[in-house]
């Protein structure tokens, strides 16, 4: 077996590094979510999928699938958690009786508002070590991923 060259070492412990970095960060995100969002009761991804609703005004769910990057019996699942809770609502398209459009409730708007300023304090509380330009440039640095 062929032995694998320095350099192509030295890239597979960067990505082993980015991986690790990735998802620690992304634990860190979702455990102060979890610990601000006690009294909101849905988890991120409800909460992700009840902010595309409430911004798009009124969406079908192959538009939220694709938001969420999942597919649409997933993001069926997720809706009708929402629904249950009165959080969106679901209506027959008058042109095409197959497409659902889904629309948020006031109450979404009133959690919607409550998740923002939690995300706010989240994000405040993990970026609080940076500066201003060390923020900018983790910004542009994950605008190039994406």
């Given amino acids: 077996m062929k032995s694998m060259s320095p350099r192509n070492k030295r890239i597979l412990k960067n990505d082993e590094e980015l991986h690790d970095v990735f998802m620690e960060f992304y634990k860190r995100i979702s455990i102060a979510f979890r610990k601000e969002a006690k009294n909101i009761s849905l988890t991120i991804p409800q909460l992700e999928t009840l902010?595309?609703?409430?911004?798009?005004?009124?969406?079908?769910?192959?538009?939220?699938?694709?938001?969420?990057?999942?597919?649409a019996p997933s993001a069926t699942v997720m809706i009708e958690h929402l629904y249950k809770k009165k959080l969106i609502d679901r209506r027959l398209d008058a042109a095409d009786r197959r497409t659902v459009r889904i629309i948020s409730t006031n109450?979404?708007?009133?959690?919607?508002?409550?998740?923002?300023?939690?995300?706010?304090?989240?994000?405040?509380?993990?970026?609080?070590?940076?500066?201003?330009?060390?923020?900018?440039?983790?910004?542009?640095?994950?605008?190039?991923?994406?």
């Fill in 51 to 71: 902010r595309f609703v409430v911004e798009k005004k009124i969406s079908t769910m192959n538009e939220i699938a694709n938001h969420l990057g999942v597919t």
């Fill in 107 to 146: 109450n979404a708007s009133k959690i919607f508002s409550s998740f923002n300023r939690l995300k706010s304090k989240v994000f405040k509380t993990i970026f609080a070590g940076l500066e201003h330009e060390d923020r900018q440039k983790l910004i542009t640095i994950l605008k190039k991923l994406i």
